[in-house]
């Protein structure tokens, strides 16, 4: 089977980014299976063919030069262009739902991480809005194969988009391997180093991701404010809202035990998670949520919300709390905080087990069955 793989997504440094990453890799695992990619970007063609050159071997890679904007006036606009006259062999394409080639003939197999920009459509930028909704109607067009990360996403796409739940496939995430990877390979000296270098608190309750309102950070920051005394509290994620909008926020911006950390590197994101006491997910809604998974390897005992995809991915493993309580997540955080050295045992227990649920083989085994759907529907 002849596979293209839109891979432009990796010049965003994001969760899609690590998902078409980990995909790649995985899916050259597999017997059977000829990978070739696709990227389109007018101003990071070295980069995007740098990062490219990570995934391992593949049949080819083409990358046009050819910007966001251009790309969705020539796919999805005019309709010009096609992914096969680019790569003529492929017998199947997988896209990103940000933009669709208009092949018409050509099976088409598409991964929708979540819908937040429907959910909460304040957050998201109108043009991009609008190229995700062109994008998802072409989708259902062309009648594609769509890949769920979760069971909450099946579900919201079969609200929202109103697409057939039978061309809805459900296939989780993983632990993203750059993580296990570096982590592994990280020798005691460098780890000390950045430990020093980022002067993080002796006891601490992390959050890692956007600064946005579905993170859901003014209610942490409400729930932690009580604890500060014994707890400090750092926040790890680039700004995505306004800061200056909140009264809670404005209160504890000065506070000395609030450490807030825009990006950082992927060495320092593991010294910053295996230092946390506890880490604090209490968004109010994710696609899937992969910092849960990131948090279990690292053996933090963690606090999520007890909704979306949440509940799938932390399982048994986690604290579940009512992301709308401030009482109910600060009793989150205080139980995580005052359980027994016998009962944290057993919580590392459950989180070693609910971390295995979650593989990269599994997941493109999964996905190479997707894209065999996918050709036997268009014979």
Known sequence: MKVGI???????????SRYTANLVR???QQSGVSISLYGSTFSQQTRLRSLTQQLGPVSQTIIQPYGP???NLLWNWLRFNPIQKVLPKIDVFHSWDWIQPPDRNLPLVSTIHDLAILRYPETAHPEVLKMHQRAWKRLKDQEAEIIAVSRSTKKDIVEFLEINPQKIHVIYEALPTEMRQISEQMVEETYLQLKTKLELPE???LFVGTREPRKNLIRLIEAWLPLATELHLVIVGEKGWDETSSPTLQKALNHPHLHFLDRVNDQELVVIYSEATVFVYPCLYEGFGLPILEAFYHGVPVVTSNVSAMVEVAGNAAELIDPLSVESLRSGIEKILNERLSDQQKRLQRMVIRLQMFDWNRVAKDTVGVYQRALEERQ
């Open 203 to 205: 006891k601490y309750a």
């Open 6 to 16: 839109d891979i432009t997504s990796l010049l965003y440094n994001r969760g899609v």
């Open 69 to 71: 904007k251009l790309q």
């Open 26 to 28: 995985a899916l050259n």
